[in-house]
């Protein structure tokens, strides 16, 4: 798993973008934070005795707004937060963008070890296995920090029972933007606890396929391009999707999405939500 290293408190309050939110009910507890680039961040909270979700689900997440001008009343400012931590994990982890004028994440990219934040228990999602009919290989696409639900579903064990492979395309701007999956990735090998409940090698059944569309890397360009060019499926060693083995999860910006859903649709593959699981799903509530 990633290592988290814990971010000490400030012993003054010297900077204003931090608020701390009040004891509420759904307040939880900061416990590690770790910065990965000036863009990127993530950090793990306490999670509700009472809270059951599915891997791959979200929840809406947030901190105290600013007094009303008029009324003086303070609202919770809320948005959708993919849990990325799994869902026998004790406590709970998210992935974040920092937005320096975002009316939420320019706050919560300076939250510390010990504060708190608003959790609403109530998680809901449709990248969940139970959206999906049984097939093969399960393809998880993301750009940016869509890679958070799928950081949940590769240390789900049902993952690894219900497909024979599993590739998971990340797509970013920087190299430094993959490190986040790259550490994750390379710490299920070395996971002891997924080993045995799983089964050792396990993550074999992975391939992983980072690919950067700003700086050099070892695979440059978007993955849509690199699917239509037919380089991904050389590159991995698979066949073209097909709706016959192939399963699907898309969790990326509006315009990935849509671009991705209109393609896997030119494969074949139908979109499924829970009341109707297909060939693949799409993350509607994503944060980038």
Known sequence: MTEMIPVPNSQNNSNPAIKVVPALPDAQTVTQVKHYTDRLFSFRCT????????????????????????????KPLLRAYS??????????????????????????????????????????????????????RLWLF???????????????PQTYEDYEEIIITHTCREIGELTYGHDLIKGLEMDELLNEVIGDGFWKKIKYYPTTTREP????????????????????????????????????????????????????????????????????????
């Not at 009472?50 to 105290?64: A, D, H, P, T």
């Not at 228990?121 to 959206?131: N, S």
């Not at 993301?142 to 789900?156: Q, V």
């Not at 016959?244 to 593959?269: P, T, V």
Request: proline share 7%; with cysteine; hydrophobic share 40%.
């Open 217 to 288: 890397s070892q695979i440059i360009g978007r993955i849509t391009d690199l699917l239509r060019s037919g380089q991904a499926f050389t590159d991995l060693g698979v066949p073209v999707l097909s709706p016959e083995s192939d399963r699907a999860m898309i969790c990326g910006n509006m315009a990935f999405n849509l671009e991705l859903k209109a393609m896997l649709e030119g494969y074949g593959l139908v979109e499924g939500a829970n009341s109707n699981p297909q060939h693949y799903v799409v993350e509607k509530a994503f944060l980038d």
């Open 83 to 136: 849990i990325a931590s799994p869902n026998w994990d004790e406590e709970l982890e998210f992935y974040s963008i920092k937005v320096q004028d975002g009316p939420l994440t320019s706050r919560l990219q300076h939250i510390e070890v010990g504060q708190e934040i608003i959790l609403r228990p109530k998680p809901v999602g449709t990248l969940v296995h139970d959206a999906l009919l049984p097939g093969k």
């Open 47 to 74: 999670r509700p005795a009472s809270m059951r979700f599915r891997s791959g689900e979200f929840v809406m997440i947030g901190l105290m707004g600013d007094p009303h001008p008029e009324t003086s009343k303070v």
């Open 142 to 156: 993301a750009t940016g920090t869509g890679f958070a639900p799928f950081a949940s579903l590769l240390r789900e």
